[in-house]
């Protein structure tokens, strides 16, 4: 559905497929199901950026990062990303900081960082 641009579709089909991996039986490894959770979280993170849903995809880059805090620079991205979208610039930059000190200097998190740094300086330019 996500490839299709049906994104409202995909969004429902990420959510059955978490409410799946969440009542996988507690025999099953752990590591599996919060691998298959982040990656289910990080995806309906990014179908909720193209229908503009900030809050919602917020959410779900948060929990894609609970799920898996190391590895995951989409989620940590997306985050950031509707944080700004949603005009809350120091959060944002606070995020994206810690994702770049769990990922490293990870390109799109480092770009996305100076246009957040950028944006705070116009704004407080504007106020003086």
Do not use: C
């Not at 179908?47 to 849903?53: E, F, G, S």
């Not at 919602?56 to 995951?72: F, I, P």
């Amino acid at each position: 559905m996500y490839r299709n641009q049906k994104y409202a579709e995909a969004i429902k089909f990420y959510t059955l497929g978490l409410q799946m991996a969440l009542q996988r039986p507690a025999w099953e490894p752990s590591q599996l199901v919060r691998e298959e959770v982040h990656q289910l979280y990080s995806n309906r993170a990014q179908a909720h950026m193209h229908l503009q849903n900030w809050p919602e995809a917020a959410a779900d880059a948060e929990a894609s990062v609970e799920a898996k805090r190391q590895g995951n620079a989409k989620a940590w991205f997306r985050r950031g990303r509707s944080l700004v979208e949603m005009g809350r610039l120091e959060e944002a930059k606070e995020w994206v900081g810690k994702g770049l000190e769990v990922e490293g200097e990870e390109k799109d998190l480092v770009v996305l960082l100076e246009e957040i740094e950028r944006k705070i300086s116009e704004a407080k330019a504007a106020e003086a």
